[in-house]
C-alpha cells in the first residue's frame, strides 16, 4: 500500500514538473532581414521589444539583418523548411512559392508610400493576403512599402531609349516587374543584395533596382552616382513566417506575436515616409544624383507597364482576382 502511495506521488510530481516546463518553455524566433537601419530594422528591434516583455521569456527574439543568416533566396527557403521563423525581403523572391505575391509591386498601382500602405492596411486585403502561400506553410505576417523603386546605375537613364543594352538586378524574377524592361531592351538579373555591390564595382551589371534606404546602407554611391527613377514604381517588403511555428506557439503566444506585429505596422506610415526624406539628402550630400524621366517618357514607360500586366494577370485566374482586388483598393482609398 505504501508503495502504491509513493508511486502515485511520484507520479503527481512528475506531472507537475511537466507542466511547469510546459509552461516555461521557450520559444526562439529567428528574423533575417537583407537590409540594415532601415524600416525593416526599426520594426524588428520594436516587435522584439513588445513579444518578449509580454510573452514574460517564453519567446526568444533574435535579429539578424544585413544578410546575417544567409542570401535572400537561403532565407525564404530557410522559412519553408522551418529552420528561420521570419524573413523580411522585397516579395520578388517570393514567386517560387507562391506567384500570388508578385501583383503587390505591380507598377502603377499606388500614388504614394501613404497610399499604398492604406491599401495595405484595407481589412479584405490583408484577409486575401493572409492566404498567400498556405499550399507551401508560409504566410506574410505583414506587407508595407520599402520605398520607391529607383534603378542605382553608372549612367542616368534619361529615356526609355536609355534602357537598352542594360543588364540590371532586380529583387526576384516576377514576370510582372522584370517583364517590362525586357520590352524596353534592358537584361534584368535576379540576384541577391548582398551581391549587387561587386556587381556593380565589377560592371557584371549596369544597374541595380533598389530603394533610397538600400542606396545608403551599402554606400552605393562609392561606386554609382546616378538614381533613375521609375515612374510609380514601389519596392515591397513582406515578412514571411513559417505558419507550422506559428501554431506551435499556441493560442495565447502566437496572439501576441500577431498583436505586436500589427501593433507596430504604423512604423511603416511614419519612419519610413520620414526616413526616405532622410535617406535621399544623404544620397546627394554623398554625390549622388536623382534622374526623372520626362513626362512625355514616363508615359511610354507605364504603357509598356500596363500591356504586360494584362498579358499576365489573364493567364493566371487567381492572380488576376487578386489585382482587380488591389485596383479596386487603391481607388478606394485615393
Given at each position: 500500500m505504501r508503495h502504491t502511495k509513493s508511486l502515485v506521488a511520484a507520479l503527481a510530481a512528475g506531472a507537475l514538473l511537466s507542466g511547469t516546463a510546459v509552461s516555461a518553455q521557450q520559444f526562439t524566433m529567428k528574423l533575417s532581414s537583407p537590409t540594415i537601419n532601415d524600416s525593416n530594422h526599426e520594426w524588428m528591434k520594436l516587435f522584439k521589444a513588445g513579444v518578449e516583455e509580454r510573452s514574460k521569456g517564453k519567446i526568444k527574439v533574435e535579429m539578424y539583418p544585413a544578410n546575417q543568416l544567409g542570401q535572400i533566396p537561403a532565407t525564404v527557403d530557410g522559412v519553408a523548411l522551418g529552420t528561420i521563423e521570419m524573413t523580411i525581403p522585397a516579395i520578388g523572391f517570393f514567386i517560387g512559392i507562391e506567384p500570388r505575391f508578385q501583383t503587390l509591386e505591380t507598377a502603377g498601382l499606388f500614388d504614394s508610400m501613404a497610399h499604398g500602405q492604406k491599401v495595405f492596411n484595407d481589412p479584405d486585403i490583408r484577409a486575401r493576403m493572409a492566404t498567400f502561400g498556405e499550399a507551401k506553410g508560409v504566410e506574410p505576417l505583414f506587407t508595407m512599402l520599402h520605398g520607391e523603386l529607383y534603378i542605382g546605375a553608372h549612367k542616368p537613364i534619361r529615356s526609355i531609349d536609355d534602357f537598352k543594352g542594360m543588364k540590371l538586378r532586380s529583387a526576384g524574377a516576377a514576370p510582372l516587374h522584370v517583364e517590362p524592361f525586357k520590352q524596353l531592351g534592358a537584361s534584368p538579373?535576379?540576384?541577391?543584395?548582398?551581391?549587387?555591390?561587386?556587381?556593380?564595382?565589377?560592371?557584371?551589371?549596369?544597374g541595380a533596382m533598389a530603394t533610397?534606404?538600400?542606396?545608403?546602407?551599402?554606400?552605393?554611391?562609392?561606386?554609382?552616382k546616378y538614381a533613375n527613377r521609375l515612374p510609380a514604381n514601389y519596392t515591397v517588403v513582406s515578412a514571411l513566417v513559417n505558419r507550422?511555428?506559428?501554431?506551435?506557439?499556441?493560442?495565447?503566444?502566437?496572439?501576441i506575436v500577431r498583436e505586436e506585429a500589427r501593433k507596430?505596422?504604423?512604423?511603416?506610415?511614419?519612419?519610413?515616409?520620414?526616413?526616405?526624406?532622410?535617406?535621399?539628402?544623404?544620397?546627394?550630400?554623398?554625390?549622388?544624383?536623382?534622374?526623372?524621366?520626362?513626362?512625355g517618357d514616363a508615359k511610354k514607360y507605364q504603357d509598356v507597364v500596363e500591356g504586360v500586366i494584362s498579358k499576365v494577370v489573364a493567364a493566371n485566374p487567381k492572380m488576376k482576382e487578386d489585382y482587380e482586388a488591389l485596383l479596386a483598393a487603391a481607388k478606394k482609398y485615393r
Open positions: 538579373i535576379s540576384m541577391p543584395l548582398g551581391e549587387v555591390v561587386p556587381a556593380l564595382q565589377n560592371k557584371a551589371i549596369d533610397y534606404p538600400v542606396f545608403v546602407a551599402f554606400k552605393y554611391y562609392d561606386v554609382i507550422r511555428f506559428m501554431k506551435s506557439l499556441g493560442p495565447e503566444l502566437e496572439g507596430h505596422e504604423s512604423l511603416f506610415s511614419t519612419y519610413a515616409l520620414t526616413d526616405h526624406d532622410r535617406v535621399r539628402d544623404l544620397w546627394q550630400k554623398n554625390g549622388g544624383e536623382t534622374i526623372n524621366l520626362s513626362a
